[in-house]
């Protein structure tokens, strides 16, 4: 029984994760139409920044730091190349931004290096706490405190701000936002920014429980990818929901049937996509039709 | 005899009523304009009597069937076609393509994978009628983006009779043209309306008054008034409609 | 008269100015010594050219067909080994099995069109990928399946062909192109092939001209499938193995990009031109630097911002702007 609880909890951990990594995701989409490639890279040079600034300025720093860089580089692709692509064909955006995320990768390896690394929990969390029915990793329990922290954030910034409302509602539905005559394509970089900078923070914080290597870009868009279609494009809880559902399904099949752990968020998917085409709480959108 | 009814058609956007509780019969042979001002859910009311978005109540009777739920191309086949308001053409195939299309899908081709379209001489032969029949004879290579507005409007209601439609319902035919060709277009109408029904949502109200045999008036998604052109003429609620706007009923 | 300017233009068709090329590619000095690397981009020009038919024709953008050429390249193998060592049954069997999952995806994406489209083909291709790497009974996992040899073509009592030499199966796999390319002309000159134009343009006035355009999507997107698999089954044929690798989205992009780098989009035979030099520059990058990868995806971002009609849509200019 503990058990299972353990994977049912590491389950709700990773998709804590995968729900932060799937927001940026689902922001940039439903927002600009962008498939955005790109994504998975910007969480691993969150990873890769928090392993080398960890020893310069620790894991409280590196934290906010790190972030920071990723939204930077986010930015300045978003402003260099990936905004020429928005209302063109789908296809443009996705094959540039995977352009970059190849080329980008390589850098990573010419940079850091092939092999993987690990990355040190800070020291206050080492361990595991004794939480009556089980013990549990110190870290992780961090780890889900932060990420609800931020997932919190970001729903305060989308319900609670005006500028927040604004992209709520372009993320199902960008026709309106246009007509509403806003500065287009400053809140676009804005949220291509916001996208970047949870992708990095995802990565920052799951870096001491993932083993970081410049292919966990790849593992972690995928799972993305998933989650926004099940979850329904542009949509909050949609990301949160599927998050969590994709982290808890894949954890808790891992123990009982390891082989198709991988496979288990695309049946999801597809059970979900033959009776509710849009998505658990997705809006009918522009895109679909 | 009505060859289209609906009954009680409904359609929410959001919170917006487009279309509400409409009731009508078209009658066979007869030319019906629907008029009325911007938003009254006219073009909405085709969108749905075609197919292309399905009621929220409600139902459409052809021909004493009941195609509420149909898609778009079953309609099409049953024999309702339609023309678009906004220019809805292949506009960077050319304009042979553009007719051959709809003459080679209504003499029931389509699905041949393996025989390449130059054997197929009775679509070709059609397609070259009817470009000539509207008097674009030379211009078959042309893309259509590059022909004049006024062709275009003409093959943009062309393309709708591919089909051979029993029923044809056109939008705004007459949009943005000069009094020339609208008189063109008008008189098209009218000689089209000879050979099948029409259901034509119009502006113009002089063309609507010369061609109708039958008018409904529509407003705020209800119709508002219906009946022939010295009808509506006189009708009060229909002038107190219009008050205001761009449109004179005298 | 009639029958002469069909003649006419039938010999005027740049097909067979590509032909001969590929024909006479392994007498031409120095690179006419890379036999395999010519094999390999006749089997992507038959791969591009088919999916042209869903991207270019259709409109459709399938980020996922990396998934069928794998399903293709593993069917062969898997045949071969446990099946029957012959070459034929292989390849059927790669095209056959490719067809039919590519027509059972097609169900779930033939109502879809843009970004949902896309997304649920590349979410469908990992499926299929983790197929491949986990089912270790069928696919040898990880390590994949080797020693798929190349078995001759004999015509008892007259002749034998030996595969396995490299000159000579490339010139079977170029028959097999040239048959194929053949068919892909027919079909996109077809009616079937008008009404896929009109789907891209406007589907929407394709459905009122009684079109039923979902099943025209999944007919296109089947279709593509079927050379996909061909494809993939004479890639396995080619290097004697399979490994997930044929599966991954890596592929799926390689395709959709030398269709788009030759100009797929505006012309028959960009395919064919992408894929030339999409392979053959990424060999020779990839023996000159190990950093390649940085190249290979800046080639990918540099083709969507200054020449997204691809190569021929750039020397073409202004004439043709879209497929015909």
Redesign the interface.
């Known amino acids: 029984m503990t058990e299972f609880l353990s994977f049912a909890v590491n389950g709700l951990v990773l998709g804590l994760i995968f729900a932060v990594v799937a927001l940026g995701f689902t922001l940039i989409l439903g927002v600009m139409q962008v498939i955005n490639f790109t994504h998975g890279i910007l969480f691993a040079f969150g990873a890769y920044f928090a392993f080398t600034l960890q020893k310069f300025v620790g894991f409280w720093w590196a934290l906010i730091v790190a972030p920071i860089f990723v939204g930077l580089i986010g930015l300045v692709l978003e402003r260099l190349v990936i905004h020429r692509t928005y209302g063109g064909n789908p296809l443009f955006g996705l094959l540039l931004t995977f352009g970059l995320a190849t080329a980008l990768e390589e850098v990573i390896r010419m940079v850091w290096g092939k092999p993987g690394y690990s990355v040190a929990a800070p020291r206050f969390v080492a361990g595991s706490l004794d939480l009556g029915f089980m013990f549990y990793s110190k870290y992780r329990l961090l780890l889900a405190a932060l990420t609800i922290i931020i997932i919190l954030l970001v729903w305060l910034f989308l319900e609670k701000t005006p500028y927040g409302a604004i992209i709520k509602a372009g993320a199902s539905d960008s026709e309106m936002v246009m007509a509403l005559g806003k500065n287009l394509p400053r809140m676009r970089t804005f949220v291509f920014a916001i996208g970047s900078i949870l992708a990095g923070v995802a990565g920052v914080i799951a870096a001491p429980i993932w083993s970081v290597r410049p292919t966990m870009g790849t593992f972690i868009l995928m799972p993305a990818f998933v989650i926004v279609v099940l979850g329904g494009i542009g949509s909050f809880w949609g990301s949160v929901i599927a998050g969590l559902i994709v982290g808890m399904s894949t954890s808790i099949s891992v123990m009982f049937w390891p082989r198709i752990s991988d496979i288990i968020p695309y049946v999801l998917m597809a059970i979900i996509l033959l009776f509710r085409p849009r998505g658990l709480m997705g809006e009918k959108s522009v895109l679909e039709v | 005899m009505a060859i289209l009814t609906t009954q009680g058609l409904t359609k929410d956007f959001g919170g917006l009523r487009a279309v509400d509780s409409v009731t009508f019969d078209i009658e066979q042979g007869k030319l019906t304009s629907v008029i009325g001002p911007n938003g009254a859910g006219k073009t909405t009311l085709y969108n749905l009597v075609?197919g292309?978005i399905k009621p929220d109540s409600g139902r459409i009777i052809f021909n004493g069937e009941d195609i509420t739920n149909l898609?778009?191309?079953?309609i099409?086949?049953k024999g309702i076609?339609?023309s678009f308001q906004i220019l809805?053409?292949?506009?960077?195939?050319a304009l042979f393509?553009n007719v051959?299309?709809?003459v080679?899908?209504?003499q029931g081709?389509?699905?041949?994978?393996?025989?390449?379209?130059?054997k197929?001489s009775s679509v070709k032969e059609e397609t070259y009628r009817i470009i000539k029949e509207i008097g674009l004879s030379g211009k078959e290579e042309v893309p259509v983006k590059l022909l004049s507005y006024g062709d275009r409007r003409i093959l943009e209601i062309t393309?709708?009779l591919?089909?051979k439609p029993s029923l044809l319902l056109l939008d705004e035919p007459t949009s943005g043209l000069m009094s020339e060709d609208r008189k063109r277009i008008s008189e098209f109408m009218k000689k089209l309306s000879s050979q099948l029904t029409l259901i034509v949502v119009e502006h113009d109200m002089d063309v609507v008054l010369s061609i109708s045999d039958h008018i409904v008036v529509m407003h705020q998604g209800k119709i508002l008034a219906q009946g022939n052109p010295d009808e509506i003429r006189g009708n009060d609620k229909v002038q107190e409609a219009y008050l205001g706007g761009q449109y004179c009923l005298v | 008269m009639a029958s002469r300017n069909?003649w006419s233009r039938w010999i005027s068709n740049p097909m067979w100015f590509v032909f001969i090329i590929f024909v006479f590619f392994p007498f031409i000095p120095y690179i006419g010594r890379y036999i395999s690397l010519g094999t390999e981009v006749i089997l992507w020009s038959l791969f591009a050219l088919g999916f042209n038919i869903l991207l270019g024709y259709t409109g459709l953008p399938s980020f996922g067909h990396g998934a069928f050429f794998g399903i293709g390249a593993y069917a062969a193998g898997i045949f071969f080994l446990r099946v029957y060592k012959g070459l034929w049954i292989p390849l059927m069997m790669s095209i056959l099995i490719a067809g039919f999952f590519t027509a059972l995806v097609g169900l779930l994406v033939a109502k879809k069109r843009g970004i949902y489209f896309a997304l649920i083909t590349i979410a469908v291709s990992q499926v299929f990928y983790f197929i491949a790497f986990r089912w270790e009974e069928l696919t040898g996992g990880e390590t994949g399946l080797s020693g798929i040899d190349r078995v001759n073509i004999s015509f008892p009592n007259l002749f034998s062909i030996k595969l396995s030499t490299p000159i000579n199966y490339y010139y079977f796999v170029l028959v097999i192109f040239i048959l194929c390319t053949l068919?892909i002309w027919?079909?996109v000159?077809?009616?079937?092939g008008?009404?896929l134009?009109?789907i891209r343009?406007?589907e929407?006035?394709?459905?009122?001209?009684?079109?039923?355009?979902a099943v025209?999507k999944w007919?296109a997107f089947t279709?593509s499938g079927f050379f996909a698999g061909l494809a993939g089954g004479l890639y396995t044929l080619l290097i004697n193995s399979a490994f997930p690798f044929v599966l991954d989205w890596t592929q799926s992009g390689n395709v959709v990009m030398m269709t788009l780098l030759g100009g797929g989009t505006v012309n028959f035979f960009g395919p064919i031109l992408g894929a030339a030099i999409f392979i053959i520059s990424r060999d020779l990058l990839s023996t000159y630097w190990e950093s390649w990868m940085l190249i290979y995806g800046l080639i990918f971002v540099f083709v969507i911002l200054f020449i997204p009609s691809g190569i021929l849509g750039l020397i073409g200019g202004k004439k043709q702007?879209?497929l015909?």
């Not at chain 2, 898609?71 to 079953?74: A, D, E, G, L």
């Not at chain 3, 000159?189 to 079937?192: A, L, R």
């Open positions: 075609t292309l898609p778009i191309h079953k099409v086949k076609s339609r809805n053409l292949f506009n960077e195939l393509e051959w299309l709809g080679q899908s209504q081709h389509g699905p041949e994978l393996f025989s390449t379209t130059d197929f393309i709708s591919t089909a | 069909r068919l027919k079909i000159h077809s009616p079937f008008k009404v134009q009109a343009e406007n929407i006035r394709a459905k009122y001209l009684g079109y039923n355009t025209y007919g279709i702007t879209i015909r």
